[in-house]
């Protein structure tokens, strides 16, 4: 138990006619949770749900996508990039408000309230001819003035929707890549008819929005706004003219809050903020617009969100006047029961998220389908259905040793014993965490190592025997007589073996640079085929070292599986610490201070003379020799792999992993 007095976050406020029972607010969070498209079902509901459940009170879940102004005959399975048409206007389908109604209650019963956002993408249709910020190669239609009636009509008839469901606020969508922000920004309003113009002309289609709501609601919904605290554009706004605007749009008396956000999709900085960014980066935008509205009549709720992860950092926050609530996304991401921990003083259990980024990563380009929410450090996530009908106390509780402490080891450990299984987790290394060590040496992902203090925390309260330093093999496990045996013996890095030179002493390996087992000279290639975020990590980690580092890269850029909210920020790393990336280039001989490389595609080939070290990011090999062992010898009955011994994948694989098999003992 923890002694911290959260005097500010468990306060109950009040929000134009909504009352919030804490400050713990779930901004919107399009992640895909229902599997069925365009409706709600109980995936959806049992997702954010958990949250409410969880103490979190207010629940934004996931946007509403309006009407599309389409011209006749226009195909929407072309144009709204992967068939996401069945969620447009989904409001107005009786099955998806059957459904909305039916979460809207399920969150009322735990005690928080729902705020439906409100939103007009902007790739298509905006007020200028000009491209969305890294969008697209295409020009969006300009929207003459009977498509902005249109467009406006929609907010109230949503707004009219939602509140016919029972939900307690609206707020419209003027952040990020939607109508409403290209209407605020100077780089995409050109207008000069009454839409464009100055800051009081670029707000008016917000506030018409904002008026057509309120008088078809009155004043039975809380209306806010979400908006970007900071265009990171040329020719956008800052955060001076960002406050001038909205301070006029408040000034109308319209709103009840707002919610603020500093980003965009495009990565750098990104809305969805990856452990490159600090905490709360852009706290004092929150505390500068509480400062401006304060003066008006009508009181201005401000919400600011961006990388929370703590319950002590959001006390503080609402205790410096940095703002009246906090968003907390990821955070009930990672742990939807962070909110009663923390009100209960167990601070201790709380699974921070790392702002990895896999949420985001995987929600706007799933790589599966049907699709299911995905943390790389909460198991049950998007799978809570499942994991609420098959968790029960084991049958036979009876003695399981864990080989290996690392993702997928302790995962297997921690739900073993919680289904009342006595568990020993063999971990040859000082500490647990695995490959969570290694990560967390790179420059801004410390953050990983939380994931090893909550396993460590979780292990010692569930009283797993863990021993450190303490390297398995057949006789140990033998010895130990246990009734099951999980295999979690991870991963080594890959060493290509038709590459001539390898062997060379020059030739190191990432994992090893970055655990400092490795020295490097001053004149580095990164030789990298590897997709996702360790090239970049350990290239990153030399040039802090002073080092030369070029990176020799298969694919057409770097970390192409790093999706576009965070990719941005991913090479804008590489460009300020001065690594050069060389794309489509794969490695055919290392002679002496000379690398011989052949294009991915053309079949070209390339020299590159000078380099002291070269650094091999090849992804990883799995080690499954102790399970095959055991297998032959048969003497346990149940013998189960996980994780990366089985197949080296990322993160969230290797949780998920672990804990099924945890489930399987
Ligand atoms: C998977 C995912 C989907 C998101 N979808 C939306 C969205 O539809 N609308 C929106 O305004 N913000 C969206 N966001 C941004 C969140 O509301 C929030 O601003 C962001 O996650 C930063 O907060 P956090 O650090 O507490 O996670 C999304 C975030 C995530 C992780």
Partial sequence: ?????????????????????????????????????????????????????????????????????????????????????????????????????????????????????????????????????????YTPHVLGESEIGFLLDTYADAAEAAMNSGADGVEIHCAHETVGYSFLSPATNRRTDRWGGGPRERIRFVVEALRRVRARVGDRLALGIRINGQESRDGGYDNLELREMLYYIAETGL?????????????????????????????EFGKAARSDLAELERKVAVLFTGRINDPVL????????????????????????????AREGRLGEIRRCIACTRCIDEASEPLTIPYAPTCSINPEIGNEL??????????????????????AGCEAARVAAMRGHRVTLLEQGRRLGGQLLIAARAPGRDSFEDQVYFEENALERLGVDVRLNTRAD????????????????????????????????????????????????????????????????????????????????????????????????VLKRMESCGVKVHPNRVLKAVSGDTLEFVSSWGGQSYREQG?????????????????????????IPKILLAGSA????????????????????
């Fill in 474 to 569: 057949l006789d140990l496990v033998r010895s130990m007589q246990p009734q099951a045996v999980v295999v979690a013996t991870g991963a080594l890095p890959r060493l290509p073996d038709d590459v001539p030179g390898i062997d060379q002493p020059q030739v190191v390996q990432g994992w090893d640079v970055l655990l400092g087992k490795a020295a490097t000279g001053k004149r580095v290639a990164v030789v990298s085929q590897e997709d996702y975020y360790q090239t970049p990590c350990v290239a990153e980690y030399l040039a802090a070292q002073g080092k030369q580092v070029e990176v020799f890269h298969k694919s057409v850029h770097l970390a192409t599986e790093v999706a576009r909210y965070s990719i941005g920020m």
């Fill in 1 to 137: 138990m923890t002694n911290v007095k959260f005097e500010h976050l468990f306060s109950p406020l009040q929000v134009g006619p909504m009352r919030v029972p804490n400050r713990i607010c779930e901004t919107t969070n399009t992640i895909n949770s229902s599997r069925a498209p365009g409706l709600i079902d109980e995936h959806f509901i049992a997702h954010h749900g958990a949250k409410a459940k969880g103490g979190t009170g207010w629940i934004g879940s996931e946007t509403w996508l309006l009407d599309v102004p389409f011209p006749e005959g226009a195909p929407d399975e072309v144009s709204l990039r992967g068939g996401f048409g069945s969620h447009f206007a989904a409001y107005r389908n009786p099955a998806f408000i059957e459904g909305w109604t039916r979460f809207v209650d399920e969150i009322h019963a735990s005690g928080a309230v729902v705020v439906v956002q409100l939103t007009h993408l902007n790739a298509l249709w905006a007020p200028s001819a000009v491209p969305v910020v890294g969008a697209q190669d």
């Fill in 646 to 665: 089985w197949v080296p994948r990322r993160l969230a694989e290797a949780t998920r992993h672990g804990a099924n098999v945890g489930m399987m003992v």
């Fill in 314 to 341: 959001a006390e503080e926050l609402l205790k410096g006047g940095f703002c009246d609530l906090v968003g907390m996304v990821r955070a009930g991401i990672a742990d939807p029961e962070f909110a009663n921990k």
């Fill in 611 to 635: 380099f002291d070290s070269v650094v091999l990011v090849y992804g990883a090999v799995q080690q499954p020799e102790l399970y095959y062992r055991l297998q032959e010898d048969g003497s």
């Fill in 386 to 407: 499942h994991w609420a009908a098959t968790f029960r106390p084991a049958d036979r509780p009876g003695h399981v040793v864990v080989v290996g402490g690392g993702a």
């Fill in 255 to 283: 709103l009840d809050f707002v919610d603020l956000d500093v980003g965009h999709c495009w990565g750098a900085p990104s809305y969805v903020p990856s452990s490159y960014h600090p905490h709360a980066e852009y706290r």
